[in-house]
């Protein structure tokens, strides 16, 4: 039974969703970089404001080279002082603590890309671009659109850049071709990488990489410790148009249909809601670029949101969690994933004039339609309104588990999920309110940290309190479902998502394909100048690992459980094996008479 707080919170939450409807401008998301003075003393942190361990990050300083060549002098200089460095992006959108230095905290030096983002050159005859990698998607997708070009896939949010992007294997969904990940595209890449010993006058070289080079490999996904990607060449495609229709089922037997429904459909995804027990099917597919209509995409999630609409709608989460009320959410989600469905998630079709949802298909232009966030670029109002996990406002915080799981375990993994998900009818409705479980096909890639076998990437974001000790309603099915995806089922964390546990083991599951890119990675960066304490944890380099053991460790997923004490006895919460996946290890609630 929901109770009465549980309704009231439901009701407002249905009128806040209304007031989200009417917004139109907001503030882009602010610096990830704190300098006392001077470009000096500095902090760094993420899109979000918090890396899965919660550590602040100390840098020395920030250089924000203009071109090249002063990309060249800045790592010649740090190189010659084996001062560490990292690349830092305009908006640092990956979760983990991957664009800070390594060494003692307040050493290192960051190296922005804010100013490299300009179009070095086309090929209009091979369809070839060359880029700066501090370009936003944003921006590239543009530029190449101004040449009747089209980037055949992204990721869905335009605030990444393209290095970032690429080091971290960052995709959209598809199983044609070449499959959704932009990396399989790349035909070039420079890097300015260290050097021991004087090149040209600088103890730093660049490395130009062509189409059949073998380091190519290596360098299209490189979790940025090869040194610094400078210029990246694609291959792009004559425009074209998609056409989408979401067309909504019930979920039985829907793991059935997965691969087929991929196999079939270009852009295919699916969005599945496993409380309310409905999948989305995105029918999304390519159509010439003749066809009349002229719509976009501008997903509702990635839209400006009023701070004071977030705000309320997070207070509103934090009292079903404080009060124990998944009913609470089970109606919240309701009403929200119906008002998403209601709006077409956000897709516009430009019929007659007006510019909104008016039905499906919707069709418009690549450049259109595979990647939106109009949060990004309104103007400055203040704060007013926002991207809704703005961390300058008391919004949204989450965690995100995002795992690919080879396509031939799809099927009993879903079924698995399933028996769990009967078993504990309402744990997965807090998923929801983060629009659901959202499954994306990856293929099997060369790049040596790409995918190893085709894939389905599931991803899932839930709520993450702001105190690292408070656990989390009905965290046990979501820890469970996390190691039945990355142990019983070997899936592959996302390199820019995930919380610690996602890549525990990683590095064996890359078998043969990680020994090489080690071996490339040994050779760029002998001295490990771009490696930190994060990298050489995932790849189990140096002794480092990812797994961190305290008081709470597996609340925040810096650990699975194996005592009491690793979840939160003293408010019931204790180290349990899971229900389905017997041998997972998660923090449940247990009540105690
Ligand atoms: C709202 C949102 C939606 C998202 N949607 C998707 C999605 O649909 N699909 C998906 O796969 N992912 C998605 N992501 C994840 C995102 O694509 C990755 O986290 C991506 O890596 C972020 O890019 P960035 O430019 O912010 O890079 P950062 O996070 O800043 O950097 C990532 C790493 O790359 C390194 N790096 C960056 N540039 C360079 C360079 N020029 N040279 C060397 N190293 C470099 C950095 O040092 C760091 O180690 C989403 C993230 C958000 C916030
Ligand atoms: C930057 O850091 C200073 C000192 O630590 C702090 O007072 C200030 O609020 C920070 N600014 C931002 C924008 O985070
Ligand atoms: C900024 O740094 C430069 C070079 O390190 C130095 O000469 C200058 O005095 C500094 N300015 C301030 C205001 O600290
Ligand atoms: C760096 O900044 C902090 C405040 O953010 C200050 O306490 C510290 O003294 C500064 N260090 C240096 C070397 O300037
Ligand atoms: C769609 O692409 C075509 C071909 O490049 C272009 O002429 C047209 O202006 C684009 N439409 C929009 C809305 O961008
Ligand atoms: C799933 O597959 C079955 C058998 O191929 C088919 O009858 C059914 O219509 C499919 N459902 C969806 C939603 O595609
Ligand atoms: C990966 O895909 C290629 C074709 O692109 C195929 O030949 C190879 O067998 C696949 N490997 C795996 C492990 O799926």
Redesign the pocket.
Known sequence: MASSSGIRAVIAMALLSLLTLITVSGTPPGDVINCTSNNTNCTVTNGYGAFPDRSTCHVAAVSYPTDENELLLIVSSASIHKQKMKVLTFYSHSIPKLSCPGGPSGDGLVISTKHLNRMVCIDSSRMTMTVEAGITLSELIDVA?R????VPHSPLWLGVTLGGLLSTGSHGSSLFGKGGALHEYVVGMRFIIPSNVLVNGYYARIVSLGEDDPDLLAAKVSLGVLGVISQVTLQLQ??F?RSVTNRVFPDTGFENNITMFGATTEYGELTWYPSQARVVYKVDIRVP?STPE?G?NDFIGFQPQPSLVVESIRAIERTLEATQNPNGKCLQSTVQVAAILELGTGLKN?DEGLFEFTGYPVI?????MMASGSCLSSKDDGLLTVCPWDPRINGLFYHQTTISIPLVYIVAFFVDVKKLRDMNPTALCGTELYYGFLLRFVRNSTAYLGKTTDSLDIDITYYRSKDPNEPRLYEDVLEEIEQMALFKYNGLPHWGKNRNVGFQGVREKYGSKGENFIEAMERYDPDGLFSSEWTDGILGLRGMGVVVERKGCALEGLCICSLDEHCAPEKGYYCRPGFVYTEARVCRKVDVF
């Not at 418009?364 to 259109?368: D, V």
Request: proline share 6%.
């Open positions: 659109a040449e009747g070009l089209a004559p425009m148009k670029v002229e976009e430009n418009g232009n690549q450049s259109k």
